[in-house]
């Protein structure tokens, strides 16, 4: 994209920004995981680096569950501009019992935006440290909670939540589609 994602402009917010109100208004705690902490200090978050120094999602992942005092954790990338706080609250409620809750569109899941329990933190570092760093690997050897499609359509009927922008196209396509939300 040739700029940080996290503050490209979707209706006059940062992306981060739009993220962060949705995990607010549903969780006590927000974690931003970042290794430029300086650009996220207007926000009223946590913030931290990667605790290992191998970039990638699945270190993003391990970084934030390892500095949450939380349980379970809701995972989000910074580049998702229409969270839906009801399935991702539905998410959160479905937890208890399971390593990961993670939606599944068509037989593909959606590793960034999932619930993480914290006890995965010795599966993944180990997956890290084999520079392993397939997020689905870990799925294989825990306990999966997959919210099917028609779970997710009571929220998200238009799978909305999942779309995140990596090219300049993408990030067009967004900012139509919420123009085209906010004059409905």
Known sequence: MGTDKAFLDVAGRPLVERVINVLKGLFERVIIVTNSPQSYARYAVSVVTDAI?????????????????????????CDMPFLNSGLIGHMAKE????????????????????????????????????DSRQIRKIFESVKVRRIVEEEIARFDPDKRSFINLNTPQEYKEAVCLDLECRSC
Do not use: M
């Open 53 to 77: 120094d191998k970039r990638g999602p699945l270190t993003g992942i391990y970084s934030g569950l390892l500095a949450s005092k939380d349980e379970y954790n809701f995972v989000a990338a």
């Open 95 to 130: 937890a208890e019992g399971y390593d990961v809750v993670v939606p599944e569109i068509r037989g593909n899941v959606e590793p960034l935006h999932a619930v993480y329990h914290k006890s995965l933190l010795p599966l993944i570092e180990s997956q890290i440290q084999r």
